[in-house]
T-cell receptor, first 114, second 110 residues
Framework: NAGVTQTPKFQVLKTGQSMTLQCAQD?????MYWYRQDPGMGLRLIYY???????DKGEVPNGYNVSRLNKREFSLRLESAAPSQTSVYFC?????????????FGDGTRLSIL | DAKTTQPNSMESNEEEPVHLPCNHS???????IHWYRQLPSQGPEYVIH???SNVNNRMASLAIAEDRKSSTLILHRATLRDAAVYYC???????????FGKGTHLIIQP
């Protein structure tokens, strides 16, 4: 049982390049999330998907787009990467988006924008 | 999410119990108390959660004050692998994610 799988684990981009971060979960969870974590800081929510077919902005959505491809997969796209987007990106999922449900996190994608 | 307050860091010895405090004086009656931890270079890991009663699982225990304005995560016998940042979070409910503060950096001495 893999849980939440993120690819790639590491990536270096040049300013202006685009890329898509992939996330898949095998726990049949309905809700999925994308967070970013800057050095020495807590995680901040970028986008979330309460259920298949829905997506909503979180605290820091500027410069990102998401796609909930199906129930398992939730991707994050950087259309034109900027150095300020250098961060570690975590995907998470939960069975249903209620306050008594734990979230399960992937191991992250470490992204550097030069 | 309601606000929580945790010490920036704590230090303990291996094989001893660790009590990690969290204050949440503005907690509402329906707020669950969650604890997560983040080991170096890993994603956050769910530890435990509760509403009113004390909770135990294989990883830890959660002691909740009677007025629910504070709680304590208890690691019964710390190991070096427990060295991590521990986050106390009160999820707001709904699909709005978790609000991570800076947490408590737990240092375990051998």
């Amino acid at each position: 049982n893999a849980g939440v799988t993120q690819t790639p684990k590491f990536q270096v981009l040049k300013t202006g390049q685009s890329m898509t971060l992939q996330c898949a979960q095998d726990m049949n969870h309905n809700s999925m999330y994308w967070y970013r974590q800057d050095p020495g800081m807590g995680l901040r929510l970028i986008y979330y998907s309460a259920s298949e077919g829905t997506t909503d902005k979180g605290e820091v959505p500027n410069g990102y787009n998401v796609s909930r491809l199906n129930k398992r997969e939730f991707s994050l796209r950087l259309e034109s990467a900027a150095p300020s987007q250098t961060s570690v990106y975590f995907c998470a999922s939960t069975r249903v988006a209620l306050s008594n449900q734990p979230q399960h996190f992937g191991d992250g994608t470490r992204l550097s924008i030069l | 999410d309601a606000k929580t307050t945790q010490p920036n860091s704590m230090e303990s010895n291996e094989e001893e119990p660790v009590h990690l405090p969290c204050n949440h004086s503005t907690i509402s009656g329906t707020d669950y108390i969650h604890w997560y931890r983040q080991l170096p270079s890993q994603g956050p890991e769910y530890v435990i959660h509760g509403l009113t009663s004390n909770v135990n699982n294989r990883m830890a225990s959660l002691a909740i004050a009677e007025d629910r304005k504070s709680s304590t995560l208890i690691l019964h016998r710390a190991t070096l692998r427990d060295a991590a940042v521990y986050y106390c979070i009160l999820p707001g409910g709904g699909a709005d994610g978790l609000t991570f503060g800076k947490g408590t950096h737990l240092i375990i001495q051998p």
